[in-house]
């Protein structure tokens, strides 16, 4: 899968934004191999929680920032069935509220470098398909990913009750 990365203010240059997306991937895919697909692209926006909320505003009628916004464009079954071999395919968008995930970030004492780091996974994981809102079981099925992905990077469980 490849990346398209943008990163705006107000996020921090004294990380690299795109290498710690790059890694979460590389670490996704380890636990979910329908997403190693060289077909497979996603474009990540890191950005505000102003912009994040319009976006939410708009395209999901909820009138407040969130922390990760996952837009899926290839149903599951599609992703699952899809060959390695033709034209590229495009999984999804996500985009990242900066202040959101920051203050997550403190709120879980945690640094914020590994809390963005969970969100890609997670919102990686919406635009393969999964959800955590269907479900008890399904939630369960989706943080276990999470936290193993996580675990590939030194990330401790986000959820904490998994070791």
Not at 21 to 41: G, S, T, Y
Not at 98 to 112: D, I, L, Q, S
Not at 134 to 150: F, G, P, R, V, Y
Request: hydrophobic share 45%; with cysteine; aromatic share 4%.
């Amino acid at each position: 899968m490849d990346l398209e990365i943008d990163i705006e203010a107000p996020w921090p240059g004294s990380t690299d934004w795109a290498d710690l997306a790059e890694a979460a991937l590389e670490a996704l895919v380890q636990v979910a191999p329908e997403l190693d697909n060289p077909r497979l692209i996603a474009s990540l926006l890191f950005t505000s929680d102003a912009e994040v909320h319009v976006l939410n505003r708009e395209w999901r009628a909820k009138d407040k920032p969130t922390n990760v916004l996952s837009f899926p464009m290839l149903e599951r079954a599609a992703l699952l069935d899809l060959a390695p071999d033709g034209p590229p395919e495009m999984l999804g968008d996500l985009a990242l509220a900066f202040e959101t995930c920051a203050r997550e970030a403190e709120e879980k004492n945690v640094p914020v470098q590994h809390h963005a780091s969970h969100l890609i996974v997670h919102g990686l994981l919406h635009l393969a398909g999964l959800d955590h809102e269907i479900s008890d079981e399904d939630a369960e099925a989706m943080e276990a990913l999470e936290t193993k992905a996580l675990a590939l990077i030194g990330i401790a469980d986000p959820y904490g009750d998994r070791t």
